[in-house]
């Protein structure tokens, strides 16, 4: 090319050829340019812009891959950020259930990226549970709050897709004192939930009160402690006394959530096996909150797994996991598909699975596990030059509690789905 170049230039300087001459020598030398041009631009430009161009939309779309997470080597304590950052939008193509014991999972109106991760994914759980309802005291009256969080259409949609079940969440915030000595409202309340899942079409509720009852106090008042565990035994009894229109003509369910004892010895307060035992008949299961076990205040794992099984244990009433009664059946063992990012100077907040994937990709940390808690963290500095440590879930850490829930043959329930990566939901 730089010959021709030459020449033409002798040539064109020394204007020893005539002018038709000239002008076909560099009419040629250009269209040689021209193709060369052409050549460079397809094979240098335009082909890698396409091939990134493919592999953005493939990584970041979601979409099935064909092989699972395990079969593409990716459950391990080595890992590297840019592997969570390349693979985490990457799922099977396989999408029926793994793990055999029953799969609840939240779903939050605030992270409707929930909505259709329950939608893509419903084969995978067997209870559903978007966050949706709270009972409240008006005056001297009761109304349950939520209706209008309610997504029919959603709900229709998970129906024609699979077979898991639609459980709204209740959440308690009556005032405990006046519920729980006035019996008048205890019926009011059983009422109303029961009358909004027939309305409605629901498979039954998740019920949440005790965190809240115990902040207030109540439970270290026997009589008040009985008369709460009368009350979710009534609406049990009153859920079960309804067939669902859906399901085969199958009682409505009632799963109660009970937090996690957070010392070596059960407080007062805190849910126990006599209480289980008294609500076994009633309730169809338990969601054992087995996460937040650090704070900002005392930055840390997010659930370390000698925590989770002491949990359990003190929860059954058993000193060993091999010898769990018949109740561990009816657990569904806390998951945290969040994280918690802390400043090492003091504060933090919970971290959801973009945020992760921002913080990898702008400060690009080394990803370390913590072989006693079984989870992996990072540590990175911000722009301020503050230091942080981030305890996010991954996919080693979380196959390695599905691996000790089966084992104990205790369901999982997840907090919550639109949180978590994509493939994380390869496991389950």
Known sequence: ????????????????????????????????????????????????????????????????????????GLVKTDIHHQEILAEHSNVAENTSRHYDYP??????????????????????????????????????????EGRHNADQGWISELRLAGDALVLPRVVVEALPTDLLRKKKLQDKAIDLIVTECKEMGYDGIVLESWSRWAAYGILNDPDLRNSALQFIKQLGNALHSELDSWRSKQPLQLVYVIGPPHSEKLENQDFGPEDMQSLSGAVDGFSLMTYDYSSPHSPGPNAPMNWIRSALRLVLGTKDNSLLPLEAGKIFLGINFYGYDYSLSGGGGAITGNDYLSVLSKYKPLVQWEEISAEHFILYTDNNQNKHAVFYPSLKSISTRLEAAGSLGTGISIWEIGQGLDYFFDLL
């Open 1 to 72: 090319m730089a010959k021709k170049r030459d020449r033409q230039a002798v040539s064109i300087r020394r204007k020893t050829h005539n002018v038709s001459s000239d002008k076909h020598e560099i009419v040629g030398d250009s269209s040689s340019d021209r193709r060369l041009i052409v050549i460079f631009v397809v094979f240098f430009v335009i082909s890698p812009a396409i091939s990134a161009l493919l592999y953005y939309r493939y990584t970041n779309s979601g979409g099935f891959s064909g092989a699972s997470v395990y079969e593409r």
């Open 103 to 144: 799969v609840l999972a939240y779903i939050t109106p605030w992270n409707s990226r929930g909505y259709d991760i329950a939608k893509k994914f419903n084969s995978k759980f067997t209870h559903l549970s978007p966050v949706w309802y709270d009972l409240k005291s008006h005056g001297s009256r009761l109304v349950l």
